[in-house]
């Protein structure tokens, strides 16, 4: 058990809609990453936050968004949802601005 | 453009022997490199990381070495076990700033008892 919780672990939706996944990141850390696992693209870094504020973008797209709140916890919002969005969404925490992330157990997200 | 490569998608290894698994990097600003464990409907799991100033790194039964001329990396587990079948992800950095991590797609091992 890494520490880092997710919810929910599955979540089934339709295309054209919105939602909302959650992070708690260890106790103590500051900074809190999500990437997108997809089949065939591997993991993707999508976005990062310390300590409440944006501090790095990647391959995110216009339709998602995300924010750290002042408990720290996380959450990664998608809107307008593609079939391409089907994914395992992964979020990850640590210390501080720091290389060695810690994974939470994942978002499996499913559009139909 | 793929910065991280692991070339092979497989590797089946009995137990009691050496797993080698392999990384290639293309971005020579990576200062900090990974290996993460992941098992099916979980998260990767952190192993074991290496420092661009260093050349091998070890931990218990997990070993890494870093090649810098050559931007090549490699996790040698020995002995092999079990439980160590799982899928394993390279992982690299470039320190200073936001430390995303740049993954490869991953190495599926299987130790067969």
């Known amino acids: 058990d890494s520490g880092v919780t997710q919810t929910p672990k599955h979540l089934i939706t339709a295309t054209g809609q919105r939602v909302t996944l959650r992070c708690s990141p260890r106790s103590g850390d500051l900074s809190v990453y999500w990437y997108q696992q997809s089949l065939d693209q591997g993991l993707q870094f999508l976005i990062q936050?310390?300590?409440?504020?944006?501090?790095a973008k990647g391959n995110i797209l216009e339709r998602f968004s995300a924010q750290q709140f002042p408990d720290l916890h996380s959450e990664l919002n998608l809107s307008s949802l593609e079939l391409g969005d089907s994914a395992l969404y992964f979020c990850?925490?640590?210390?501080?601005?720091?290389?060695?992330?810690?994974f939470g157990p994942g978002t499996r997200l499913t559009v139909l | 453009d793929q910065q991280v490569k692991q070339n092979s998608p497989s590797l089946s290894v009995q137990e009691g022997r050496i797993s080698i698994l392999n990384c290639d990097y293309t971005n020579s600003m990576f200062d900090y490199f990974l290996w993460y464990k992941k098992y099916p409907a979980e998260g990767p799991t952190f192993l074991i990381s290496?420092?661009?100033?260093?050349d091998k790194n070890e931990d218990g039964r997990f070993t890494v070495f870093l090649n810098k001329s050559a931007k090549h990396l490699s996790l040698h587990i020995v002995p092999s076990q079990p439980g160590d079948s799982a899928v394993y992800f390279c992982a690299a950095s470039v320190s200073g700033g936001s430390e995303k991590l740049v993954f490869g797609k991953g190495t599926k091992l299987t130790v067969n008892p």
């Open positions: 990850a925490s640590s210390v501080v601005s720091s290389a060695t992330q810690y």
């Open positions: 290496i420092s661009s100033i260093k």
């Open positions: 936050y310390y300590n409440g504020e944006e501090r």
